[in-house]
């Protein structure tokens, strides 16, 4: 795991863009060495800002969509639709506009609410488990967090040091052998989510940190000053080879 790599552009739209821009040439990248390629997003404000630049930008023709997985590092545990899921906020902001392009059976949601068999966050969870570890290769032993290997995992912040659905303090920030788990009690409404773990968080070969705004700046200060993941999961989002914390001006710390 390489050393934490801060880039900061001049404010919240520049910063869309920007992302938008790396994370098209990172799959036309991957796309000349390896297929499919695996893509996490994110909800928050930034994220869905992100997902509509890719949407608008001439370059996303230069993306062979067919051989790209997009899949959640979290979601509110809420019925389809809400417009509070990230999943329904990503369909309006980029799987709509590309739909023709991505095919469906590349898109993986977590399963709402409503969702025939789902009864609780866990529920939803571990089909999301079990989907993850469909797409591993290699026989399924029913252990540990098995993912695929993420080309690109990215992550907004809360202005607590949320990542995910990992906030501090909470028990779910120690959930291990497993690639999900259920969230209870969020202090960000919904108070019900569904994360990834941190281990399959580090399992991913880039982790993209994104934060826009200055209610984002003590954390980020925090954070860069040695806090603990407990006080600050953020810290605890590394990839396996590079870690990138894509910043507005508004969001760093002065130095
Ligand atoms: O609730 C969530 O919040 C975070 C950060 O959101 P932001 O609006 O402060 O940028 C987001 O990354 C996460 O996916 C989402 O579920």
Redesign the pocket.
Known sequence: MGPREVIVHPDAVVLAQAVAARLLTRLVDVQSVRRPAHVGV??????IEILAAVAASPLRDAVDWSGVHLWW????FLPDGDPER?ETQARRALLDPLAGALPAGNVHPMLPSDAPGIASPEDSAAAYARELAAFTGGPDDGSGARVPAFDVLM?????DG????LFPGHPALGAAGTSTVGVHGAP?PPPE?VSFTFEAIRAAREVWVV??GAA?SAAIAAALGGASVEQMPVVGAVGQERTLWLLDAAATPAA
């Open positions: 994110t909800g928050g404000t930034v994220g590092g979290d979601e509110r990230n992550f907004g912040m809360g202005p949320h990542v995910a659905s960000k989510r934060a826009a984002k």
